[in-house]
């Protein structure tokens, strides 16, 4: 049963510290997209990747975030320092085709105390 | 920036009804997606459409591009369909992709 992995699933940190969020996107996919979503904002995309090259990550905030696919298999995003307006769950997807029919990971639940 | 507005922000159904959630969008795009957030927080996709209709089990959802206007339909709705029901207006220039997000219908089946 292929799908989405995730890892941290939760994740408590101090304002000022490195996060580093991974993503296993599904074996055959192409495309893996980075979500945020908080309860004021909802969601957000951040990032998005097609066949490992970054296409679009104008959602991101530039001089804290980044996000890379080193290799097909893992996707990456790094926040650095961390503050507290950071708490978010952070999503990953990824699909064949722009968006269609994206599969969702569970999420990391990030808290930046 | 496109505009993106859900209907009604909750609504609370009895099992069996037939259920509308409307989705209306500011600025043309090029496909509409409706995704469904289970209790849990996991994220499912349902739809990715950009004209006309696409059914899938009890699940419809409509575009009419003129009217910039989405609806999801849930035929003999169940418990198992509460979730959080999310539309999202996707444009596609070039590279780059803009996708703006509903706010969300909490929806409630009751048995």
């Known amino acids: 049963d292929a799908r989405v992995t995730q890892t941290p699933r939760h994740k408590v940190t101090e304002m000022g510290q490195e996060v580093t969020m991974r993503c296993q996107p599904i074996l055959g996919h192409n495309t893996v997209f980075w979500y945020r979503q908080t309860m004021m904002q909802g969601l957000e995309l951040l990032a998005y990747f097609r066949n490992r090259a970054p296409l679009d990550d104008s959602g991101m905030p530039k001089d804290r975030f980044s996000a890379e696919m080193p290799d097909a298999t893992l996707a990456t995003l790094k926040i650095q320092p961390s503050e507290p307006r950071d708490s978010a769950v952070y999503f990953c997807?990824?699909?064949?085709?722009?968006?269609?029919?994206?599969?969702f990971g569970p999420g990391t639940r990030l808290t930046v105390t | 920036k496109n505009e993106v507005e859900q209907s009604p922000q909750n609504l609370t159904a009895q099992e069996g009804e037939f259920i509308t959630i409307n989705c209306s969008y500011s600025v043309g795009i090029s496909a509409l997606h409706w995704l469904q957030q289970h209790p849990g927080g996991g994220i499912v996709s349902l739809f990715m459409l950009s004209s006309g209709k696409k059914k899938h089990g009890r699940l419809i959802a409509t575009i009419n591009i003129q009217e910039k206007h989405s609806s999801l339909h849930i035929t003999a709705s169940h418990p198992r369909d509460s979730a959080v029901y999310i539309c999202?207006?996707?444009?596609?220039?070039?590279?780059?992709?803009?996708?703006?997000f509903g706010s969300g219908t909490q929806l409630t089946v009751l048995p």
């Open positions: 999202a207006a996707a444009l596609y220039s070039g590279s780059a992709r803009q996708l703006t």
């Open positions: 997807a990824s699909g064949l085709a722009d968006f269609s029919e994206q599969y």
